[in-house]
């Protein structure tokens, strides 16, 4: 395998003292049981994937773009009581981010882009709070899960280890994947409240009350080739996005009519 420039932890001060990077991007996940059959590092193996792939399209176009470490803790709240998911405080991210952010800031990196791959991860207003410190850093999120839609890939994506996430682990790493005979059915409660199912009002779910096999979504249509086409559509299209956006000035963010 060779050096990739764009991947932090593979580069080199004699790469990185040579190329003027403009944009950062910071991949955040989460450790947690995935179903039965699914590494508990799953949100953090795709983002690894997913970063690195993303910063190789952009690179190609000549944006220079780096991918940070992923961070590999998120927020579990909801699933205190499933051993081993370990939860890190939305205050916490949020100091994690500031302390990102300032470093970036004061080497004159001033695109930050969080590329969140978990679901009880929400960085809006932590990119709020600390951009309101961090005044001259661009700073954005991107849920990778919503840039596609995934109907479109996948018969029943599911929200967590389900088809989706299956296939991706098929796709990136699947010597980490039980057989599929082995996962759970992904059966998941919904509310006794009408509201609540229907998404306007929220509440967060108690996980062991929702699901029996921590998996929310019916694996067993996944397949590698399914992982594939999804991961190269959506890598384009982030990919795409960070060579747009690295180079486009700070100054000329807003469409001047
Ligand atoms: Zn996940």
């Given at each position: ?20 990077f ?12 995935h179903n ?55 205050s ?5 981010l ?17 590329l969140?791959?978990h ?8 990119i ?32 967590h ?37 229907e998404?306007?009002a ?26 594939r ?29």
């Amino acid at each position: 395998m060779s050096i990739r420039p764009y991947v932090l932890t593979e580069t080199n001060w004699k790469s990185v003292s040579e190329t003027d990077f403009g944009t950062a991007v910071l991949p955040w996940g989460a450790i947690e049981a995935h179903n039965t059959h699914l590494p508990y590092g799953t949100d953090n193996i795709q983002l690894d994937r997913i970063a690195a792939d993303a910063c190789a399209v952009a690179w190609e176009r000549g944006a220079r773009v780096i991918a940070l470490p992923t961070v590999p803790y998120g927020v579990n709240t909801g699933q205190s009581d499933i051993p081993l998911d370990l939860n890190m405080m939305p205050s916490t991210q949020q100091a994690l981010l500031g302390d990102i952010a300032q470093a970036l800031e004061g080497q004159n990196i001033l695109k930050l882009v969080v590329l969140n791959g978990h679901g009880g991860n929400n960085f809006r207003q932590m990119i709020r709070e600390v951009g309101f410190h961090r005044s001259k850093l661009f700073i954005c999120e991107i849920n990778w899960f919503k840039v596609l839609d995934a109907k479109l890939y996948f018969e029943d994506p599911g929200d967590h280890a389900g088809e989706l996430e299956t296939s991706l682990i098929l796709e990136i790493a699947p010597e980490l994947a039980l057989p599929l005979d082995q996962a759970g059915s992904g059966a998941a409660r919904p509310w006794a409240i009408a509201g609540l199912n229907e998404g306007w009002a929220w509440a967060e779910r108690r996980w062991s009350e929702v699901t029996e096999d921590t998996g929310v979504g019916d694996p067993r249509a996944a397949s590698k080739a399914k992982g594939r086409l999804f991961l190269d559509a959506l890598t384009r299209k982030i990919g795409d996005f960070l060579a747009e956006l690295d180079s486009t000035p700070i100054n000329a963010i807003y469409k001047r009519q």
